[in-house]
């Protein structure tokens, strides 16, 4: 402490709470040290107390003036003589430094009289650079001292991270400029989900290569992999989701059922999907591939023959299928495996009051076959299957969950789903079928056995929210299952979104990271208070104060919140503001 003059001294210890009288040499704005100048009345900034065999860190809270009442020193009599008031600084210790690290601690005091000083460059550098500031990926510059904020893989990954703020504060900039930190490695695996198509840009090799018209990817070949889920575009291939490779999970999120009867039927349809035949020319289905008994539309006649053929079905008498039969099939199945009932006379007929139960089940897979924006990202119309044999959901799914997710051989680091061309209102419904199938496969599998990825979700508030469902009020939600344990099975999330109050509360309480722009939201801001334990009120309330491309980082990846401009990303993706400044050119 000889190469530095104190600025003040301990005089009031109250709890965690501790008040400073400021010297007067300085004024209480500004102290110079052998590295430079430092100012020190600065509400959020840092002090050092000198507790002997260790610094203590305090965190500046607030200044006030205050009439004196007692000499502390005899440097400051002439103070006292003059009537001038003391100038006290009030804080709160929030760990301290010994032998070259910061160790975050808010129950040790330090002793009264303690002198405080400004930090170093070095106590500075450990105190904000992060608990592993030579760790590989740099999150920014921390905003005051400019120190870089560094942080180790496992730290950042091994649990989810949270990215908030509002539109054009500098989010998809942000998880842009990591991602290409993490897509450099040589082992990397990293999904993400593009709502908007605005991340292919970020894997180009940089600015001045677009500028230049070169737009080959900064990857080797091979090591990145950009799909459309619809038709193709942006220079990539589209892919359309089976329907039948959701499996029985996935097609239960898509459609909604009710838990105490359209449940078990749909579960009777989808099991036995491998065993039906559909003709279009009749809308009706069969399982020998020539006569069409089973419909959906309650009709009177050949109840006998749907009925035999529903008991074949439920004494697993069915030939297998060639081929996957077209989605209506299903509300077929829905129908005749719920409404065929013996009636007084014990003959087998449509029953209406069964058949009206599964009904609305029955309309909503008809509305969903019928929607033109959901077959442009849904092959509704059944093929053959994936391995060329028997039929088989589970193989389905994990050949869909393969492509999309990864696997052991999967060759790719980055794989950009864009998901552009998948409409709103079924943003929901599709990507929470997805996610449902994912969850299903990588549980099954088991640990150990799925390779290491970070999924990105961006726009998170999109579809990981609760979904209305007909008895129960939300249906099943299987990726707060992936938050909650999906670490375990080597997965890590990172969560994009705007509005996190929009977002599942189970899902950003699991989040152990969190980096948020400028929010101003108070309903927002809520959210943060309550599901971050490492957010108080005073860090909340710097949020809506946030310049452009700054954020407040608080959790694991960092000793205690701090405030950073984020790094900027090589290339950015494409989520520029629009040109207005053009209208007033006649260019």
Same mark, same amino acid.
């Given at each position: 402490?000889? %190469?530095?003059?104190?600025?003040?001294?301990?005089?009031?210890?109250?709890?965690?709470?501790?008040?400073?009288?400021?010297?007067?040499? #300085?004024?209480?704005?500004?102290?110079?040290?052998?590295?430079?100048?430092?100012?020190?009345?600065?509400?959020?900034?840092?002090?050092?107390?000198?507790?002997?065999? +260790?610094?203590?860190?305090?965190?500046?809270?607030?200044?006030?003036?205050?009439?004196?009442?007692?000499? #502390?020193?005899? &440097?400051?009599?002439?103070?006292?003589?003059?009537?001038?008031?003391? !100038?006290?600084?009030?804080? *709160?210790?929030?760990?301290?430094?010994?032998?070259?690290?910061?160790?975050?601690?808010?129950?040790?005091?330090?002793?009264?009289?303690?002198?405080?000083?400004?930090?170093?460059?070095?106590?500075?550098? =450990?105190?904000?650079?992060?608990?592993?500031?030579?760790?590989?990926?740099?999150?920014?510059?921390?905003?005051?001292?400019?120190?870089?904020?560094?942080?180790?893989?496992?730290?950042?990954?091994?649990?989810?991270?949270?990215?908030?703020? %509002? &539109?054009?504060?500098?989010?998809?900039?942000?998880?842009?400029?990591?991602?290409?930190?993490?897509?450099?490695?040589?082992?990397? +695996?990293?999904?993400?989900?593009?709502?908007?198509?605005?991340?292919?840009?970020?894997?180009?090799?940089?600015?001045?290569?677009?500028?230049?018209?070169?737009?080959?990817?900064?990857?080797?070949?091979?090591?990145?992999?950009?799909?459309?889920?619809?038709?193709?575009?942006?220079?990539?291939?589209?892919?359309?989701?089976?329907?039948?490779?959701?499996?029985?999970?996935?097609?239960?999120?898509?459609?909604?059922?009710?838990?105490?009867?359209? !449940?078990?039927?749909?579960?009777?349809?989808?099991? /036995?999907?491998?065993? =039906?035949?559909?003709?279009?020319?009749?809308?009706?289905? %069969?399982?020998?591939?020539?006569?069409?008994?089973?419909?959906?539309?309650?009709?009177?006649?050949?109840?006998?023959?749907?009925? +035999?053929?529903?008991?074949?079905?439920?004494?697993?008498?069915?030939?297998?299928?060639? /081929?996957?039969?077209?989605?209506?099939?299903? %509300?077929?199945?829905?129908?005749?495996?719920?409404?065929?009932?013996?009636?007084?006379?014990?003959?087998?007929?449509?029953?209406?009051?069964?058949?009206?139960?599964?009904?609305?089940?029955? *309309?909503?897979?008809?509305?969903?076959?019928?929607?033109?924006?959901? !077959?442009?990202?849904?092959?509704?119309?059944?093929?053959?299957?994936? /391995?060329?044999?028997?039929?088989?959901?589970?193989?389905?799914?994990?050949?869909?969950?393969?492509?999309?997710?990864?696997?052991?051989?999967?060759?790719?680091?980055?794989?950009?789903?864009?998901?552009?061309?998948?409409?709103?209102?079924?943003?929901?419904?599709?990507?929470?079928?997805?996610?449902?199938?994912?969850?299903?496969?990588?549980? !099954?599998?088991?640990?150990?056995?799925?390779?290491?990825?970070?999924?990105?979700?961006?726009?998170? #508030? #999109?579809?990981?929210?609760?979904?209305?469902?007909?008895?129960?009020?939300?249906?099943?939600?299987?990726?707060? +299952?992936?938050?909650?344990?999906?670490?375990?099975?080597?997965?890590?999330?990172?969560?994009?979104?705007?509005?996190?109050?929009?977002?599942?509360?189970?899902?950003?309480?699991?989040?152990?990271?969190?980096?948020?722009?400028?929010?101003?939201?108070?309903?927002?801001?809520?959210?943060?208070?309550?599901?971050?334990?490492?957010?108080?009120?005073?860090?909340?309330?710097?949020?809506?104060?946030?310049?452009?491309?700054?954020?407040?980082?608080?959790?694991?990846?960092?000793?205690?919140?701090?405030?950073?401009?984020?790094?900027?990303?090589?290339?950015?993706?494409?989520?520029?503001?629009?040109?207005?400044?053009?209208?007033?050119?006649?260019?």
């Amino acid at each position: 402490m000889l %190469s530095r003059t104190a600025i003040g001294y301990v005089v009031q210890i109250d709890g965690g709470q501790v008040t400073l009288n400021l010297l007067d040499h #300085h004024r209480g704005q500004m102290a110079s040290h052998y590295q430079g100048v430092t100012p020190v009345g600065e509400v959020g900034g840092l002090l050092v107390l000198d507790g002997g065999y +260790r610094l203590f860190v305090l965190k500046i809270s607030g200044l006030n003036f205050s009439e004196p009442k007692e000499i #502390h020193r005899p &440097s400051a009599s002439s103070q006292s003589q003059n009537g001038q008031p003391l !100038r006290h600084l009030h804080g *709160t210790v929030i760990g301290w430094v010994e032998a070259g690290r910061f160790v975050s601690d808010n129950l040790a005091s330090p002793p009264l009289g303690a002198e405080a000083f400004p930090l170093t460059g070095e106590e500075s550098q =450990i105190v904000l650079g992060g608990p592993e500031p030579d760790g590989p990926i740099t999150l920014g510059n921390e905003y005051k001292t400019g120190n870089s904020v560094r942080t180790g893989l496992n730290r950042l990954l091994a649990q989810h991270i949270a990215v908030l703020g %509002s &539109s054009g504060q500098g989010k998809s900039c942000f998880t842009a400029a990591v991602l290409q930190q993490l897509a450099d490695m040589p082992n990397s +695996r990293i999904v993400i989900f593009d709502i908007n198509g605005e991340y292919d840009r970020a894997f180009r090799k940089s600015e001045s290569a677009i500028a230049a018209g070169d737009m080959e990817c900064r990857l080797p070949e091979g090591a990145y992999q950009h799909t459309v889920i619809g038709e193709d575009a942006d220079g990539a291939e589209g892919y359309r989701i089976p329907y039948y490779a959701l499996g029985r999970q996935g097609l239960n999120r898509l459609l909604l059922p009710s838990e105490k009867t359209q !449940r078990p039927a749909l579960s009777f349809a989808i099991d /036995n999907l491998k065993y =039906i035949h559909w003709h279009p020319a009749q809308r009706g289905a %069969s399982i020998d591939g020539v006569n069409p008994v089973l419909f959906d539309d309650c009709r009177q006649n050949g109840a006998a023959e749907a009925d +035999r053929a529903i008991n074949a079905l439920r004494e697993r008498q069915g030939q297998l299928a060639q /081929n996957w039969p077209h989605m209506s099939a299903l %509300s077929a199945l829905v129908a005749e495996s719920h409404s065929l009932a013996p009636n007084n006379r014990g003959a087998i007929e449509r029953n209406g009051f069964q058949y009206g139960n599964v009904s609305p089940l029955i *309309t909503r897979i008809h509305r969903l076959v019928d929607d033109e924006m959901l !077959r442009a990202v849904v092959d509704v119309s059944g093929g053959a299957p994936v /391995n060329g044999g028997n039929l088989d959901m589970r193989a389905e799914g994990e050949h869909l969950v393969d492509k999309i997710f990864g696997c052991a051989e999967t060759q790719w680091r980055v794989h950009v789903v864009n998901l552009r061309q998948v409409p709103q209102d079924l943003m929901p419904l599709v990507l929470g079928s997805m996610l449902e199938l994912y969850s299903q496969v990588l549980f !099954r599998r088991g640990q150990g056995n799925n390779p290491a990825t970070l999924l990105v979700l961006e726009e998170a #508030h #999109h579809y990981l929210r609760p979904v209305p469902d007909g008895d129960s009020g939300t249906s099943s939600l299987a990726y707060e +299952r992936l938050a909650k344990e999906g670490r375990k099975f080597g997965l890590a999330l990172w969560l994009s979104t705007q509005r996190p109050s929009e977002v599942s509360p189970t899902v950003l309480s699991q989040c152990n990271t969190w980096v948020s722009f400028r929010l101003t939201s108070e309903q927002d801001l809520r959210v943060i208070s309550s599901a971050c334990e490492w957010a108080d009120k005073r860090e909340v309330s710097r949020i809506a104060g946030l310049p452009r491309q700054h954020a407040l980082v608080m959790g694991g990846t960092v000793a205690l919140p701090t405030c950073i401009r984020s790094k900027s990303a090589d290339p950015t993706p494409k989520s520029e503001d629009g040109r207005f400044d053009g209208w007033a050119t006649n260019e």
